[in-house]
C-alpha cells in the first residue's frame, strides 16, 4: 500500500498515484479480483501491475496424499503466495512444505531450530524413500 504525489510540500500536486496489494481467495480469478477492484474504484483510472491466482487445494492427488502420509501431522491452508499457485495452475501436484513458524517467516526475527530441519530433513527421506 502506498500513496504518492506532487513535488513538495506546498504545491497541489498534478496527480495522486494510490497503490493496493489486493490479496484475493483461491476462489477469485485474477480477473474476478480485478473487477473486483474495479468496481471499488469506480471513476479512477486502474492500472494492474501483476496478479497471480491462488493455488487451490490440492490433497485429493494421490502424490499430494503421499506425501501428507509420509509426513505426518495434519495439512492446513498457506496464506500468503507462493510458487505452488504456478504448479496448481500448470495442473501439476505441489504442497508447500518446510520447517519453521509462518508467522514470523520473511521478517526480522524469522528463525528455523536444527531440530526443525532435521526433522524436515528425515520427513522428506522417508517419503522419498517410499514413494
Known amino acids: 500500500m502506498g500513496i ?5 510540500g506546498n504545491v497541489v500536486p ?9 490479496r484475493f ?5 485474477p480477473d474476478e479480483a480485478e473487477e473486483h477492484l474495479r468496481d471499488v474504484f469506480v471513476g479512477f483510472d486502474i492500472t494492474v501491475t501483476d496478479s497471480a491466482a491462488g493455488a487451490r487445494p490440492g490433497l485429493q492427488h494421490p502424490a499430494a496424499q503421499a506425501f501428507a502420509a509420509a509426513i505426518g501431522g495434519t495439512p492446513r491452508a498457506k496464506f500468503g503466495w507462493t510458487d505452488v499457485a ?6 501439476v501436484p505441489a504442497v508447500n512444505y518446510g520447517p519453521g ?3 514470523v517467516a520473511h521478517t526480522a526475527g524469522e528463525w528455523v531450530s536444527a531440530a526443525q530441519l532435521s526433522e524436515c ?11
Open 121 to 131: 530433513e528425515e520427513h522428506l527421506h522417508a517419503w522419498l524413500t517410499t514413494t
Open 4 to 8: 504518492r504525489g506532487g513535488v513538495a
Open 25 to 29: 481467495a483461491p476462489d477469485r480469478s
Open 14 to 22: 498534478g496527480e495522486c498515484v494510490v497503490t493496493v496489494n489486493y
Open 86 to 91: 504456478l504448479f496448481s495452475a500448470l495442473g
Open 101 to 103: 513458524d509462518p508467522h
